[in-house]
Nanobody
Framework: QVQLVESGGGLVQAGGSLRLSCAASGRAFSINAMGWFRQAPGKEREFVAAISWSGGSTDYSNSVKGRFTISRDNAKNTVYLQMNSLKPEDTAVYYC???????????????????WGQGTQVTVSS
């Protein structure tokens, strides 16, 4: 089992920045990829970003590309999501997820992730 604990959400004005963190524990050595997803009220959970655990390959949804950066610190078993130029439409609960499946296999599909954090609220005011 892998446990994930997120931190760093909050309230920020449009144009501001936040950094989310997600610390993995338990069988963290089994992780091959981690991702960030978000869910706004009344909407489906959507892919934000993903990163391979070994090589650091990354990918982003078109809606955040150029504004968000995903990174990882293997020594700390932690993944980060740096969010810049935030917009009101970025408001959502952000979830960290981890999986043992290979990085390249449908990493934007939330159903392919076995482990989830509790979620952290990000609110961007206009």
């Amino acid at each position: 089992q892998v446990q994930l604990v997120e931190s760093g959400g909050g309230l920020v004005q449009a144009g501001g920045s936040l950094r989310l963190s997600c610390a993995a524990s338990g069988r963290a050595f089994s992780i091959n990829a981690m991702g960030w997803f978000r869910q706004a009220p009344g909407k489906e959970r959507e892919f934000v970003a993903a990163i391979s655990w070994s090589g650091g390959s990354t990918d982003y949804s078109n809606s955040v590309k150029g504004r968000f950066t995903i990174s990882r610190d293997n020594a700390k078993n932690t993944v980060y999501l740096q969010m810049n130029s935030l917009k009101p439409e970025d408001t959502a609960v952000y979830y960290c997820a981890a999986r043992t499946l290979p990085w390249f296999f449908e990493y934007s599909d939330y159903s392919r992730y076995a482990y989830w954090g509790q979620g952290t609220q990000v609110t961007v005011s206009s």
